[in-house]
């Protein structure tokens, strides 16, 4: 269950990544509105976070946090607001993702 909140917990982290991209784009009341997702999708993400470690060793959840995020936030990157997709940002991209599900598989 927890690896399932620290899961979401990264999503609610590109979540915020995401409205900071928006919110950059954006004036007035509508960039207020995405700045009020930030702080939405950032409490969220810290909230669940913290339960994730309750029973998660530290450095593993963080580190799992972290690679969603900004592999999440990359590919955003890529498919939203239209940034470079070569070869080797792929390659390292694809490296991250996999090394965040090779910390799920050795973590007790």
Do not use: D
């Amino acid at each position: 269950m927890n690896w399932l909140l620290l899961i979401i917990a990264g999503l609610f982290e590109v979540g915020f990544a995401f409205c900071l991209g928006k919110a950059k784009f954006s004036t007035g009341a509508t960039s207020n509105l995405w700045l009020a997702g930030f702080l939405v999708c950032l409490a969220a993400s810290m909230l669940l976070l913290y339960k994730a470690t309750q029973t998660l060793p530290i450095g593993t959840a963080y580190a799992v946090w972290t690679g969603i995020g900004a592999a999440g936030t990359a590919l955003l990157g890529i498919l939203i607001f239209k940034e470079p997709a070569h070869f080797w940002r792929i390659f390292f991209l694809s490296t991250l993702i996999m090394s965040i599900i090779g910390l799920k598989f050795v973590s007790n």
